[in-house]
């Protein structure tokens, strides 16, 4: 006897011909190689629809046991900015200062950063991403969550994805530790920073690293 919950409903997708799958692809690719992350930003604005309809885009992403373990705080207020980048500019220079080892700063180096962050305020938004890793229901009982960090993950990838095909930049950016997120953000104890994305156009004098990235031969075998 199968769960009474469960009830399964037709799912019927459009089937797309070879062809044009391998069209449609070729052409994904396109545009996903031409993304690149983003260390400087234009200042110019972002409209709130945008940044609603990625967020809307990345929660269709697949989760454990469908609990849907995100939750996204986009900030575009500038005092809310500010004070983002006061606390993590402080949690970064001890990072580059003290707790990095150096094989991570060797790592590093041929990206440019350093703990200064005016990313997080000329960019005109600064997504927060929340794992939340149990909900509380009405009655008190705790509804867990699965795969918590590959839930988020993957919500993330597609958030990314979407405001790249959008035409907007995003730089993912994880200060350690970030628990001054959750009190700034106003966010219950179940939920966990996970990372902040930062949302805008590149500044017009933005430089990227000489990054190329690698064939398929070196990340993929088909057997
Ligand atoms: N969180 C630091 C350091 C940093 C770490 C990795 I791994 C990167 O790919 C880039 C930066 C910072 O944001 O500068």
Request: hydrophobic fraction near 40%; charge should be negative; glycine fraction near 4%.
């Amino acid at each position: 006897m199968t769960d009474p919950r469960y009830v399964p409903v037709p799912y019927r997708p459009e089937r797309v011909a070879p062809e044009e799958s391998a069209r449609r692809l070729r052409e994904d690719y396109a545009i996903a190689e031409r993304r690149r992350t983003v260390r400087a930003f234009s200042t110019d604005p972002v409209p709130r629809e945008a940044i609603e309809d990625a967020i809307r885009v990345a929660g269709t992403a697949p989760s454990g046991a469908h609990r849907q373990p995100w939750y996204f705080v986009a900030i575009s207020d500038g005092d809310m900015k500010a004070k983002l980048r006061e606390a993590a500019e402080r949690e970064e220079r001890e990072f580059y200062e003290r707790r990095a080892t150096p094989e991570w700063l060797d790592a590093l180096a041929p990206l440019g950063t350093d703990f200064f962050k005016a990313h997080l305020t000329d960019a005109p938004w600064v997504i927060v991403v929340f794992r939340r890793d149990y909900e509380e229901l009405p009655d008190g009982t705790r509804l867990k969550g699965y795969y918590l960090n590959e839930s988020v993950g993957i919500a993330v990838g597609f958030l990314i994805a979407a405001l790249h095909r959008a035409g907007l930049a995003t730089l993912t950016h994880t200060p350690a530790p970030m628990t001054f997120l959750r009190e700034l953000c106003g966010r219950p104890a179940n939920e966990k920073p996970y990372l902040i994305l930062p949302v805008g156009y590149p500044s017009d004098d933005c430089v990227v690293p000489d990054l190329s990235r690698k064939p398929l031969h070196e990340i993929a075998e088909l057997r």
